[in-house]
């Protein structure tokens, strides 16, 4: 069988444990309801704590490169080691359940996070103007790194999760068995992760640079700070 053909082949193994991985980022999701409202601050310090550091690689004009650059390199290396965590074995499943957590915090904080030029929080600097309607494709994109992006974390997990199932069978935690795991891992994520990963940044940042234009004021005038 062909290398890439294998590689598919992994990852429809894997679609179940992809789909149990995807139950619990939801269930992360439901959970940072609960934590913003009793105001846990040691669950949102470190999500908000990593966005702002991403926010500061951006810079504040949101240069389309490094806005590109930043995210294709945070998921992609990200992703990866979400993947390979099973060879601590209960670290996959606590991944996608922390993830979700984590992402639900950003997007329901995001009002808070200032963006690095400081005085507008992040929420507001992407909001469109309310006179200037945002371009059809801009949503287009925003569904294609949703169609990407996700998908591509839950089967990683789910792969990393189906390691650590292998792994806890008797005798077969050993760094031979671990390097038969990752080597069919590995091919997968460059074959197939990477480059959809490689898509959703293009689109995620052509998404972006959608948002920062339709704030333009409604006079024609150019953008203000932080636009592209």
Excluded at 159 to 165: H, P
Aim: include cysteine; glycine fraction near 10%.
């Amino acid at each position: 069988m062909p290398p890439i053909a294998s590689s598919f082949r992994l990852l429809y193994d894997h679609l179940g444990l992809g789909l149990v991985s995807a139950v619990l980022f939801g269930a992360g999701m439901a959970t940072s309801i609960p934590v913003i409202r009793r105001d846990a601050r040691w669950l949102m310090a470190f999500p908000l704590w990593v966005v702002r550091q991403v926010l500061r690689l951006i810079g504040p004009n949101f240069a389309a490169l490094r806005v590109f650059l930043t995210i294709f390199v945070f998921n992609s290396v990200a992703i990866f080691l979400y993947m390979v965590s099973g060879v601590f074995v209960v670290l996959p499943a606590a991944v996608a359940f922390l993830t979700g957590i984590n992402i639900g915090i950003i997007v329901l904080k995001a009002g808070e996070v200032e963006m690095p030029s400081g005085g507008r929080p992040l929420a507001a600097a992407m909001a469109p103007n309310a006179e200037y309607e945002v371009a059809p494709w801009v949503s287009l994109c925003s569904v294609t790194v949703l169609i990407l992006e996700l998908p591509s974390f839950w089967i990683s997990v789910g792969m990393g999760i189906g390691m650590a199932r292998d792994l806890t069978r008797v005798g077969q935690y050993t760094l031979a068995h671990m390097g038969a795991l990752l080597d069919p891992r590995i091919a997968a994520y460059l074959s197939i992760i990477v480059p959809a990963l490689f898509l959703s940044a293009l689109a995620e940042t052509a998404a972006i640079r959608g948002h920062l234009r339709a704030r333009r004021p409604p006079d024609g005038g150019e953008p203000g700070a932080g636009s592209l």
